[in-house]
C-alpha cells in the first residue's frame, strides 16, 4: 500500500468542503481530485491556472478539480468519497468500487432500497475494497457515551424510546432545492434528516417489526414529505416514538431513552448550522421504590464535535489495517433504509408513492 492513499471528492458542496479539511489533517491520506458541477459557472479558475487558494474547503495548486464525476473516476485514485445529490449516489458508489476505488458515500445511500442492493451485489465483487456510508450522528460523544451507558446495564434494559429531529423547512441554509424533488431526493425530511434518528434508534433499540406511521406534506406542500410520525415496535418488545419535522421552527434533536432504572436524555446538537442548541447528555437515576417524580440527575455538556474526523480516520484505519467497517457498514445503511420505507409505507396513502422491497 503506497504511504500516501489519493482521494477524490465527488461533490463539492457543504459536506465535500467539510470532507476535504478533515482529509488534509490525515497523515496518510492526500486529496488529489475534486468535481462539482458548479466548477463550470466562470467563478472557478479553469484547470489550466492555479488551484482555489487560501481558506477554508479552498484547494491547492496539487488538487485537480472537475466539472462530472465521470472525469474524476479517470484519475488514480485510491478512495472515494460521495458527496452527491441522492439520484446519482448510488451509481457513483458502484462505479468507484468498480474502478478499484474503496468507497465513502454520504447518507442516504440511495433514493431506495433497491439502490442499496445494487451497490452491494457490485460490493460482493470486490471483497478486498472498503464501503462506509456516512452515518455521522454515531460519532457524537453524547451517543457514544449513551451507548456506553446501555453497554454497561447499571440501568437496566430499555423499556422505550422518544425521538424528535426537525428543522424549519425542507430547503435550509445554502442547500439546493433538489431536496424538494422526489425524482432526485427520493424523499423528503424523513430519507433527508430523520434517517440519522432511525438509524440510532436501532443502533439502541434494535431491529422494528412492527411500524405504524402517518405521512404528511401539508404545510410546504411539496411532492415529498415535511413531517412523518412513526411508532414502532421490536420483537422484545421495545417501543419507539419518532417524530421526523420540516415544519420544527425552533430546530430540534432529541432522543430519550427509558430504562428500567432510569432515563437517558440526548439534547440538542453540535453542527454546522450551530442551530441545534447546546449538545447534552442528561443520566436520571430512578428509584421505582421511592420515587416522586424527581429523581437525582446529571447532566454532561459537549464542547466538540469529533465526529467528522472520527469517521474519516475510522475509515481511513479500516483500508490501511484491512479491518471492517464498524459503523455505517451497507447492512447498516440496508437496515437503516429498509426501515425507513417501512415507515413510509406503514401510512396507506404514501405507500403508493414507493416501491417497497424490504424482505
Excluded at 266 to 292: C, H, I, M, R
Aim: with cysteine; proline share 3%; glycine share 8%.
Amino acid at each position: 500500500m503506497p504511504q500516501k492513499l489519493r482521494v477524490g471528492i465527488a461533490g463539492y458542496g457543504v459536506v465535500g468542503k467539510r470532507r476535504f479539511e478533515i482529509i488534509k489533517t490525515h497523515p496518510r491520506l492526500t486529496t488529489v481530485a475534486v468535481c462539482d458541477r458548479h466548477f463550470e459557472d466562470g467563478s472557478w479558475p479553469s484547470p489550466q491556472k492555479t488551484g482555489l487558494l487560501d481558506g477554508e474547503g479552498k484547494l491547492g495548486e496539487e488538487v485537480k478539480y472537475f466539472q462530472n464525476h465521470q472525469t474524476l473516476l479517470q484519475e488514480n485514485l485510491d478512495i472515494l468519497f460521495v458527496c452527491l445529490t441522492n439520484d446519482i449516489a448510488a451509481k457513483v458508489t458502484i462505479a468507484g468500487l468498480e474502478a478499484g476505488m474503496h468507497v465513502f458515500c454520504e447518507k442516504p445511500p440511495g433514493r431506495n432500497i433497491d439502490e442499496v442492493r445494487q451497490v452491494i451485489r457490485c460490493e460482493k465483487q470486490h471483497p478486498n475494497l472498503k464501503l462506509k456510508y456516512g452515518f455521522n450522528h454515531r460519532y457524537h460523544d453524547s451517543v457514544r457515551d449513551a451507548l456506553q451507558i446501555l453497554g454497561k446495564g447499571a440501568l437496566g434494559k430499555i423499556i422505550n424510546l422518544r425521538g424528535v429531529y426537525g428543522k424549519s423547512k425542507l430547503i435550509t441554509f445554502d442547500q439546493s432545492d433538489w431536496r424538494t424533488h422526489r425524482d432526485v431526493a427520493g424523499g423528503g425530511v424523513l430519507l433527508d434528516q430523520g434517517i440519522h434518528m432511525v438509524d440510532l434508534l436501532r443502533l439502541f433499540a434494535g431491529e422494528f417489526t412492527e411500524i405504524h406511521s402517518f405521512i404528511s406534506n401539508n404545510f410546504w406542500d411539496y411532492d415529498v414529505e415535511d413531517n412523518a410520525y412513526a411508532i414502532m415496535r421490536t420483537a422484545e418488545g421495545v417501543v419507539a416514538l419518532f417524530h421526523s419535522s420540516a415544519t420544527e421552527w425552533r430546530h430540534r434533536f432529541r432522543l430519550e431513552i427509558a430504562f428500567e432504572r432510569g432515563n437517558v436524555i440526548l439534547s440538542g446538537l453540535l453542527s454546522g448550522s450551530k442551530s441545534y442548541g447546546a449538545e447534552t447528555l442528561t443520566v436520571v437515576w430512578g428509584n421505582p421504590e421511592n420515587d416522586q417524580g424527581d429523581p437525582k440527575e446529571q447532566t454532561t455538556q459537549y464542547n466538540e464535535d469529533p465526529s467528522w474526523r472520527d469517521e474519516v480516520y475510522e475509515f481511513a484505519d479500516a483500508i490501511i489495517k484491512d479491518k471492517p467497517i464498524l459503523n455505517g457498514s451497507s447492512e447498516d445503511a440496508l437496515r437503516t433504509m429498509q426501515l425507513v420505507y417501512q415507515i413510509y409505507c406503514a401510512d396507506n396513502d404514501w405507500q403508493k408513492k414507493y416501491t417497497l422491497s424490504s424482505k
